[in-house]
């Protein structure tokens, strides 16, 4: 299955700015190992979401120059919330960059892991544009619930018409959080209070490598 992985700092953390992006490079490099087909990212920075992905792998991909210029844009003065994707190729092609993550949708940007088995009965029933990548049909989904609720209720609402597995992680223009969400448990998190820190990722043996690289996160649990 593929690879999900972010980072969400709160404002005045005490991490320390060169070490945030060590760990999101080093988080984006460990999720390879679950999907290499294509790759992606999407940063979030005073409520504007920049997102690069391609038809390659992470180590490939963190070459580039715009994952150079994505990763310099990151301002030292203020928090900022990142999501990654390594995607091991499931409905649509990697070669169309459109069905690569992070997928997009109006003001919603979203990482996948996992098959949504009925996407085209709710492109259907919901009368959306239909599309190869399934991740689409839970955001538009996301989206039709959200104009009478909010985005926490919205996703609900979306979890219950779905069927299949998703283990997602959401980002919203304007709001610098991150919504996780999972239907099969596919999802591991730690948290610095001190530090004001928020790692994630698919896979706990991540989680764990990056906890004994770096010092600052020997206190956070899982």
């Known amino acids: 299955m593929c690879g999900i992985l972010g980072i969400a700092l709160n404002d005045n953390n005490n991490s320390g700015y060169s070490v945030q992006k060590k760990i999101l490079e080093d988080l984006f490099k460990l999720s390879e190992s679950r999907g290499k087909e294509a790759s992606g990212l999407a940063?979030?920075?005073?409520?504007?979401?920049?997102?690069?992905?391609?038809p390659?792998?992470?180590?490939?991909?963190?070459?580039?120059?715009?994952y150079r210029n994505l990763l310099s844009s990151i301002s030292s003065d203020t928090s900022f919330s990142a999501?990654?994707?390594?995607?091991?190729?499931?409905?649509?092609?990697?070669?169309?960059?459109?069905?690569?993550?992070?997928?997009?949708?109006?003001?919603?940007?979203?990482?996948?892991n996992g098959i949504i088995t009925n996407d085209n009965k709710i492109f259907d029933k919901f009368r959306i544009e239909k599309s190869q990548l399934d991740t689409l049909a839970l955001l538009k989904l996301i989206n039709t619930f959200s104009e009478k609720h909010d985005l926490i209720e919205a996703i609900v609402k979306s979890y219950q018409v779905i069927e299949g597995?998703?283990?997602?992680a959401f980002i919203e223009a304007g709001s610098n959080n991150i919504t996780l969400a999972t239907n099969n448990g596919s999802l591991y998190f730690i948290y610095d209070k001190d530090k004001k820190i928020f790692i994630f990722a698919s896979e706990q043996i991540i989680l764990k490598r990056i906890q004994k690289k770096y010092d600052i996160l020997k206190k956070c649990t899982d």
Do not use: Y
């Open 43 to 54: 940063l979030l920075q005073n409520g504007d979401i920049n997102v690069i992905k391609s």
């Open 83 to 112: 999501i990654g994707h390594s995607r091991l190729v499931t409905n649509g092609s990697a070669s169309l960059n459109e069905n690569n993550q992070p997928a997009l949708q109006e003001n919603l940007i979203c990482v996948h």
């Open 56 to 66: 390659s792998p992470a180590s490939v991909l963190s070459k580039s120059k715009e």
């Open 165 to 168: 597995s998703a283990s997602c």
